[in-house]
T-cell receptor, first 114, second 112 residues
């Protein structure tokens, strides 16, 4: 069965601190995709990144970086020098090549204090 | 490029009443999803369309929920009759096959 686990329910840090959101996934498929979405208080889910199972290179986009490790089935997300605007719920999700449906984690609520 | 449009943004109804939500996906996106997101949880897929055909509706409570996507573009999701536990945000998303899903702002439904 496929599953995504985000063990951190809520994280609170002070602005400018670095913070890492954990994501662990389960699947027996060899081809799959991993995603991160941000859901600010306005409610809209905002796409951040998609990574396929054959590309283990880490990615950096500005203050955001992602660490994909197949050996530990993890796809962690780090925000460097956090800002108040980063406050949101962040979801990790998994989809298989066959149907592209997203299997979602429960989300991590990130609070950045000024 | 216009995003996924949903209406209404908010709806309050009494239990046993009916309600309908509308979604207009991004132009050219063949895949359309309806999700239910209960407060504090991740989204739960209700139904997935590919053009105007249903790919998966295994988690749609078919005794009270229905959805259609006529002409493979706009979609409506209906609940009849509503129950208190249907209170949630209903999210519509669209994608190109295999690509990331783009979400609308959702409809927040409160059943009282």
């Amino acid at each position: 069965a496929q599953k995504v686990t985000q063990a951190q329910t809520e994280i609170s840090v002070v602005e400018k601190e670095d913070v890492t959101l954990d994501c662990v996934y389960e699947t027996r498929d060899t081809t799959y995709y991993l995603f991160w979405y941000k859901q600010p208080p306005s409610g809209e889910l905002v796409f951040l990144i998609r990574r396929n199972s054959f590309d283990e290179q880490n990615e950096i986009s500005g203050r955001y970086s992602w660490n994909f490790q197949k050996s530990t089935s993890s796809f962690n997300f780090t925000i460097t020098a956090s800002q108040v605007v980063d406050s949101a719920v962040y979801f990790c999700a998994l989809s298989m090549d066959s149907n592209y449906q997203l299997i979602w984690g429960a989300g991590t609520k990130l609070i950045i204090k000024p | 490029e216009a995003g996924v449009a949903q209406s209404p943004r908010y709806k309050i109804i009494e239990k046993r009443q009916s309600v309908a939500f509308w979604c207009n996906p991004i132009s050219g996106h063949a895949t359309l999803y309806w999700y239910q997101q209960i407060l504090g949880q991740g989204p739960k897929l209700l139904i997935q369309f590919q053009n105007n055909g249903v790919v998966d509706d295994s988690q749609l409570p078919k005794d009270r929920f229905s959805a259609e996507r006529l002409k493979g573009v706009d979609s409506t999701l209906k609940i009849q009759p509503a129950k208190l536990e249907d209170s949630a945000v209903y999210l519509c998303a669209s994608s190109l096959a295999g690509g990331e899903a783009f979400f609308g702002q959702g409809t927040r439904l409160t059943v009282v």
